[in-house]
């Protein structure tokens, strides 16, 4: 199957110590998402972005985000971008649908497609149709996300009402999918504000929310940060089991490379606003080809190591403005030439579905 990892078999200890937890709760992780992963069900891209740009104008001029990001996703795949903080992640996951507010923000795209939907060409009726009906969002802080002064229950029957007017039993739909979601005693949970739930119970609510619709796409922002070890599991066998049940494609943003191993059939590596490499995640993980993915790898914490120094980084991913004009890792990387700080590096495609941004690539 593409992207799967057998457990066991992970050239960094990656799957074991998912999450930095005891052996015992890493291993259940590893078996609970790898055993699952099935190939995607469909070729035919039910995303596919060409030369997306990005940019943000500010006192003193414009400056970049992202630059020229380019990816497919297919039915019923999982798609994870991965990266530092300052990559870009979020940012084209929002220009994915639109979602940056133009001005200050500025996105162009060559293509730009959702399920068959130019984006791009999308009037402002037909935009919000597309968003939560054909593409949803799940966000990183369910906190903020859902609206504190209204009861749960009637922020879900309203994402219904807008995308199904003509659902009879609004509330019964919403019980139905709390009960989806793995939401006990869901007609309590209905009444209950955003603050009188866990962490764990927002992020299903707003899980709930984002699926409610049957979207074809589900973009799933860090959907685990700041939740304990063992709700963590449960959200993402949750959105695991969903992929599977409705053959939705998954566009996962997450730091998390335990994560990455045990969910994702593809991987993106991107740095500063670019994709510095993509491949399917067992390639990647066995044999990284790019400086920066090998960083990455690396700096994962390893159950087991005994003590010492942790592996981290040097330096800082460039902030935008100031992208050097050669190889934007160049400045933090140990294999760095001279002709790496002269001019950009060429997209290098090694093997198929694998493709690099380097000039001096691994292996």
């Known amino acids: 199957m ?97 979602l940056l507010p133009e001005p200050p923000f500025t996105a162009t795209a060559d293509e730009l497609m959702v399920a068959g939907r130019d984006v791009n060409r999308l009037g402002a009726k037909e935009l919000r149709a597309l968003r ?35 659902l009879k039993d609004v509330t019964a739909r919403c019980v139905e999918l709390l009960r989806e979601v793995g939401i006990p005693e869901p007609e309590l949970r209905l009444r209950a504000y955003p603050h009188e739930l866990s962490g764990g119970m927002q992020q299903r609510v707003m899980t709930a929310m984002a699926v409610s619709s049957r979207p074809a796409v589900l973009v799933a922002d860090e ?43 593809r991987v993106c590596v991107m740095y500063a606003g670019e994709i510095v490499e993509t491949a399917p995640t067992a390639e990647l993980l066995r044999a990284p080809r790019h400086p920066y993915t090998r960083a990455l790898l690396d700096a994962v914490p390893r159950l087991g190591a005994g003590r010492g120094e942790l592996t981290s980084i040097p330096g800082r991913v460039p902030a935008p403005g100031e992208y050097p004009a050669g190889c934007r890792f160049a400045e933090r990387c140990p294999r760095v030439q001279p002709a790496c700080r002269a001019a950009p590096p060429p997209w290098i495609e090694p093997a198929p579905n694998r493709g690099v941004r380097c000039r001096l690539p691994l292996g």
């Open 132 to 166: 939560g009906g054909v593409l949803a969002y799940i966000f990183q802080d369910p906190g903020a996300a859902l609206n504190p002064v209204l009861r749960v229950g009637t922020q879900l029957a309203e994402a219904l009402r807008l995308h199904h007017p003509g």
């Open 223 to 265: 959907p685990t940060t700041a939740l304990d070890v063992t709700v963590q599991a449960q959200i993402l066998e949750l959105l695991g089991r969903l992929r599977r049940e409705r053959n939705m494609a998954v566009l996962l943003v997450t730091h998390n490379l335990g994560i990455v191993a045990g969910m994702a059939d």
């Open 2 to 98: 593409p992207g799967k990892v057998p457990a066991g078999d992970f050239p960094f200890n990656v799957g074991r110590s998912t999450l930095n937890v005891r052996r015992s709760i890493s291993l259940k992780l590893t078996r609970m998402h790898i055993s699952t992963i099935p190939a995607p069900t469909s070729p035919i891209p039910v995303v596919r972005v060409r030369n997306l740009r990005v940019g943000l104008r500010r006192e003193g001029g414009a400056v970049e985000l992202v630059s020229g990001v380019s990816f497919d996703l297919a039915a019923g795949e999982i798609l994870a971008l991965v990266g530092e903080s300052g990559c870009g992640k979020s940012v084209s996951c929002l220009a994915l649908g639109r």
